[in-house]
């Protein structure tokens, strides 16, 4: 079974610019998330889909940050602007049905550097 | 979710069995423990998950005391690939986000 895949796997910017990251969850799940993982600290959520609907974006900075996820399979997470405090590795998971049942399967990230 | 305490970090010899402790005395009684651990530049790998029951699978084995309030993960013979910070997380049943303490920082040894 093919695990959550991530692009890029590596990202520079300036402040200011703006970045898309993509995320292909595994098939036939239907949860995706979003996580923020700053250097030294565990990842926090940022925002959670079912299907194509949004569950939970109670921690995602809305006036930079904008996630969507078409059709209910991959998702695209963008950053406009990005701030020097964006720096971090930014991590998708997914979960067959979202319950406390159903684990998480994580990608291994894109790692975002701010200049 | 009910809050969680593991040790900062633990060591075991390669070979042996690495027992990782966390304390989850809130637990409720709807409330899953999961394990995940992270080795360095990757992301978060799902290792078991258990709600009453002891359980064992190809990675580890899950031991939950009787009062469910605290909990073992067992590694049955470690190896210097099992260098890791294992992240010990209680979820509602319901489903909810991953909340990550810090986590016990294991160094496997030669």
């Known amino acids: 079974e093919a695990g959550v895949a991530q692009s890029p796997r590596y990202k520079i910017i300036e402040k200011r610019q703006s970045v898309a990251f993509w995320c292909n969850p595994i098939?036939?799940?239907?949860?995706l998330y979003w996580y923020q993982q700053i250097l030294g600290q565990g990842p926090k959520l940022l925002i959670q889909?079912?299907?194509?609907?949004?569950?939970?974006d109670s921690q995602l900075p809305k006036d930079r940050f904008s996630a969507e996820r078409l059709k209910g399979v991959d998702s695209t997470l963008k950053i406009q602007p990005a701030k020097l405090e964006d720096s971090a590795v930014y991590l998708c998971?997914?979960?067959?049905?979202?319950?406390?049942?159903?684990?998480?399967?994580f990608g291994d990230g894109t790692r975002l550097s701010i200049l | 979710d009910a809050k969680t305490t593991q040790p900062t970090s633990m060591d075991c010899a390669e070979g042996r069995a690495a027992n990782l402790p966390c304390n989850h005395s809130?637990?409720?009684?709807?409330?899953?423990v999961y394990w995940y651990r992270q080795i360095h530049s990757q992301g978060p790998q799902y290792i078991i998950h258990?709600?009453?029951n002891n359980e064992t699978n190809e990675m580890a084995s899950l031991i939950i005391t009787e009062d469910r309030k605290s909990s073992t993960l067992i590694l049955p013979h470690a190896t210097l690939r099992d260098t890791a910070v294992y992240y010990c997380?209680?979820?509602?049943?319901?489903?909810?986000?991953?909340?990550f303490g810090t986590g016990t920082r294991l160094a496997v040894r030669p």
């Open positions: 998971a997914s979960s067959l049905g979202g319950t406390g049942a159903q684990p998480q399967h």
């Open positions: 098939s036939g799940h239907a949860t």
């Open positions: 889909f079912q299907n194509n609907g949004v569950v939970d």
């Open positions: 809130t637990i409720s009684g709807n409330e899953y």
């Open positions: 258990g709600l009453k």
């Open positions: 997380i209680v979820i509602k049943s319901s489903g909810d986000k991953l909340t």
